[in-house]
């Protein structure tokens, strides 16, 4: 492969990163809107689009293998594969929650919510939002951008905290809907996880333009 022919194959990582990540956002996007529309069939599409998560990450992982035996890349390209390879395993995960969610909504589909959802959407928000400049930063190769995707992280923790007491709160005064309660305590906690994998993401981001290696996840 010449050099033409392997910064193509590189772009090409890139562009299949984005679609694999676009599609990730939307799932995060369409779990939170199903849980509170109480939206069944939308929590089914979710659950079967997983498979298009997973097919990509598969693609992805075989081209970035290919590449690394064919071409035995150093520097900054070896660093670009092994990123990719990284960054899919962490957007296929937040994609399975985005899945676990959606079996909440599908638990909970019945149920009269014990109050309305509003921290819950505003951490879907903030997450998705992380997702989209977390890749960007990467594609772009933005130190900076990679930091300031990685800060909002920060936000997703304090929500957490805020539902986590809320939700705690309703126990202790009697609230007699454990299994509500509990259900949304997991999806609450599903997706401060999503926001530890984004920053996973950033750090990989970090990794791939400076060599050095960071623990964002404080």
């Given at each position: 492969m010449t050099r033409t022919g392997f910064d193509y194959a590189l772009d090409e990582l890139n562009n299949d990163l984005?679609?694999?990540?676009?599609?990730?956002?939307?799932?995060?996007h369409q779990c939170i809107e199903a849980l509170v529309?109480?939206?069944?069939?939308?929590?089914?599409?979710?659950?079967e689009n997983d498979d298009l998560v997973d097919k990509l990450?598969?693609?992805?992982?075989?081209?970035?293998?290919?590449?690394?035996?064919?071409?035995?890349?150093?520097a900054i390209d070896?660093?670009?594969?092994?990123?990719?390879?990284?960054?899919?395993t962490d957007l296929e995960r937040i994609a399975d929650y985005a899945v676990d969610i959606a079996k909440i909504t599908i638990r909970l589909k019945n149920e009269t919510y014990i109050k309305e959802l509003i921290?819950?959407?505003?951490?879907?928000?903030?997450?998705?939002?992380?997702?989209?400049?977390?890749?960007?930063?990467?594609?772009?190769?933005?130190v900076e951008g990679a930091y300031a995707a990685c800060k909002m992280d920060d936000e997703v923790d304090a929500l957490y905290r805020n539902i986590f007491s809320e939700l705690v709160g309703l126990m202790q005064?009697?609230?007699?809907?454990?299994?509500?309660?509990?259900?949304?305590?997991?999806?609450?906690?599903?997706?401060?996880?999503?926001?530890d994998h984004i920053t996973n993401v950033?750090?990989?981001?970090?990794?791939?333009?400076?060599?050095?290696?960071?623990?964002?996840n404080d």
């Open positions: 984005l679609r694999m990540g676009s599609i990730v956002e939307k799932q995060i529309k109480q939206d069944e069939k939308l929590a089914e599409q979710i659950i990450e598969r693609e992805i992982e075989n081209k970035c293998i290919k590449l690394i035996a064919k071409e035995q890349p150093l070896l660093r670009t594969i092994i990123s990719t390879t990284k960054l899919v921290d819950i959407p505003k951490m879907g928000d903030v997450v998705k939002e992380m997702i989209r400049k977390a890749l960007d930063a990467h594609v772009a190769g933005d005064k009697g609230q007699n809907n454990f299994n509500q309660i509990t259900q949304l305590l997991f999806v609450s906690k599903h997706l401060e996880r999503v926001g950033c750090e990989w981001t970090i990794y791939l333009v400076t060599g050095e290696q960071k623990d964002l």
